[in-house]
């Protein structure tokens, strides 16, 4: 494809005047976290002020994604468990779940099912922070959303070379745009300022072999991707499963028996989550 088509394209994704708004909060709410005046409760008091957004981030720390199920009772006690960067994460999924589930049918359960696949992972690996792992899956595919939002068009020649061609989504986009969500990723997450772990998870989960400077995340969300489409929980816009990264496995030290455990956990876990909805 031509590079000027590519930066044409690119070009309109990231409009960002028509991308999905986040909330008014989430900027007072970084620069409290930024200034070194301003205390934790000082940024729970900011975001509880957003009524409707708190309860929806609520809703999501409470579920079994995050290892605290039924027992966050506020926003303060929320930061103080989960840290901000996990809480900005979850401000920023809530804020595309309109669009997510108005464009692509089963993403956002999928989003939910790689959340709770990489907490499950990363738990099981004893990884430090293993909700910052759940937040990088929960985002993992919003490239795939923001490009859907923008360029509707496009959406429809991506779905049906899918389908024609019997290929992966990632490549249809490729084909179709000649870049894929895991790109976008990279820009949006440059664009909404998530620290450089989850950015990385994001850019690199369809290729964990090129994460260099954390190799686990982009392995987690790569295994959680994948486990999350063996179950069929949702929809990932893919007809087929993709290939295992056979590095990403050795990343993490794990086989495939290990992961048999982790299956078996999870199908539980999708039990629970499956009411999980923001509207
Ligand atoms: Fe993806
Ligand atoms: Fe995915």
Redesign the pocket.
Do not use: F
């Given at each position: 494809m031509a590079e000027d088509l590519k930066t044409e394209i690119k070009g309109m994704i990231l409009q960002v005047k028509d991308l999905p708004t986040l909330p008014a909060v989430l900027d007072e709410v970084t620069k409290l976290v930024e200034s070194p005046d301003s205390s934790g409760e000082d940024i729970a008091k900011a975001i509880a002020r957003d009524q409707v957004l708190s309860a929806k981030v609520l809703k999501m720390v409470n579920s079994p994604i995050y290892g605290f199920p039924g027992r966050i009772g506020s926003i303060q006690h929320a930061l103080v468990l989960l840290g901000f960067n996990v809480i900005r994460g979850i401000i920023i999924s809530t804020s595309v779940f309109d669009y997510m589930t108005a464009t692509m049918k089963g993403l956002w359960e999928h989003s939910l099912g790689c959340a709770t696949a990489c907490g499950a992972l990363a738990r099981q690996l004893k990884l430090k922070d293993p909700e910052e792992y759940s937040v990088g899956g929960l985002l993992?595919?919003l490239g795939k959303v923001v490009a859907a939002v923008q360029l509707p068009d496009i959406l429809k020649d991506i779905e049906t070379m899918v389908k024609e061609k019997d290929i992966l989504y990632?490549e249809a986009e490729k084909q179709v745009m000649g870049f894929g969500?895991?790109r976008i990723n990279a820009w949006l997450a440059g664009h909404w300022r998530l620290p450089p772990n989850i950015k990385e998870g994001m850019a690199k989960?369809?290729n964990p072999e090129s994460a260099d400077l954390y190799p686990q995340m982009a392995a987690v969300i790569h295994v959680g991707?994948f486990l999350v489409r063996v179950f069929e929980y949702g929809s990932?816009g893919d007809d087929q499963l993709p290939t295992l990264s056979k590095k990403a496995l050795s990343v993490l030290k794990v086989t495939m028996a290990d992961l048999e455990a982790t299956m078996d956990f999870l199908s539980e876990q999708f039990m629970e989550i499956s009411d999980l909805d923001l509207s």
């Open positions: 993992h595919d990632l969500h895991d989960h369809h991707d990932s």
